[in-house]
């Protein structure tokens, strides 16, 4: 697999903003960092009231959901709701004045505190403001407490121009020191240039659920760059749901090889879902995001001068 060179560009503040820069062809990558007092915010913003408040980050149209002469294949199947798995939560941000959430999951990396989503839930017209992770969440609790989003890595062609073939990205949650999620939570493996056809798991939160959902299925090419299934009941909010290989029901764990976004952002009918293909761009972003989580080593310490 040929390499591509990583260009990491940071932005800084305690109000997110768009980063500028960043390579221009498939490697390059734009990160951004959230302020320790945003992230104060971000923990001290997500109310109860406010969780049950909040709408999908992406609305899926109505007229979309009810456009005539467009039917569902036959004998697809169905998702169903349940308690939720700890590898996967409910992602919280606002835009603007708008309260909002998405899915997604913790992976397995060397830092022990990323977790994955599709790009275009904290990227739309630039980066989303109090984003916090809630993992497991349902019924409006999460056993695992929220997490604050320390920083944020997307490819900066989906940034410059929303190139659906680059819609993941990955996010450090916090805090910096004390336990990592990784260790609470377990993680998905990340996995890349796999075939388009696997047998998945998909699990997702709806914006008019107080549980997610989940679906056994099967994924397939619907383009180069682009993966579909099929399956009722992913409806907007859904947007960064993993795709599992491998699941296991009772830990949450498996291979995670697409998120719910890419064409259409995620797609247009509550029965056809879409993913970006993991192929390089995203190890790129993968190493890039570990990069950025882990902290680099102290210095070593100087010799002291010997004396005579």
Request: net charge positive; aromatic share 12%.
């Amino acid at each position: 697999m040929a390499g591509v060179a990583v260009t990491a560009v940071t932005a800084t503040g305690a109000s997110p903003a768009r980063a500028q820069g960043g390579g221009s062809g498939p490697g390059g990558v734009v990160t951004y960092q959230v302020s320790a007092a945003a992230q104060r915010a971000a923990l001290a913003f997500w109310t109860p009231g406010r969780m049950a408040a909040a709408q999908a980050a992406v609305a899926i149209p109505q007229a979309a959901r009810a456009r005539a002469g467009v039917k569902p294949p036959k004998g697809i199947p169905t998702a169903g709701h349940f308690s939720g798995v700890p590898p996967t939560g409910a992602l919280f941000g606002t835009t603007g004045s708008k309260t909002n959430f998405s899915t997604a999951a913790t992976v397995k990396s060397t830092a022990g505190d990323l977790i994955i989503t599709a790009a275009h839930c904290v990227d739309q017209n630039g980066f989303a403001s109090n984003i916090a992770y809630m993992p497991e969440y349902h019924k409006g609790q999460s056993p695992y407490g929220a997490w604050a989003v320390r920083t944020i890595t997307v490819a900066a062609g989906w940034q410059k121009g929303h190139n659906p073939d680059l819609d993941f990205a990955f996010l450090a949650v916090g805090p910096a020191g004390g336990p990592k999620i990784q260790a609470r939570t377990g993680g998905l493996t990340v996995a890349w240039t796999r075939w388009y056809q696997e047998t998945i798991e998909v699990v997702g939160y709806n914006d008019t659920d107080n549980q997610p959902i989940r679906c056994l299925t099967k994924s397939f090419k619907f383009r180069t760059g682009q993966m579909e299934f099929y399956c009722h009941g992913f409806w907007a909010g859904t947007s960064g749901g993993p795709w599992i290989i491998g699941y296991n029901g009772k830990t949450g764990t498996g291979t995670v090889f697409g998120v719910i976004g890419g064409y259409q952002e995620g797609g247009d009918y509550e029965w056809a879902s879409y993913s970006a293909y993991f192929g390089t761009a995203l190890r790129n972003l993968f190493v890039a995001a570990e990069k950025q989580s882990v902290p680099p080593p102290p210095p070593s310490p100087s010799p002291s001068p010997s004396t005579s």
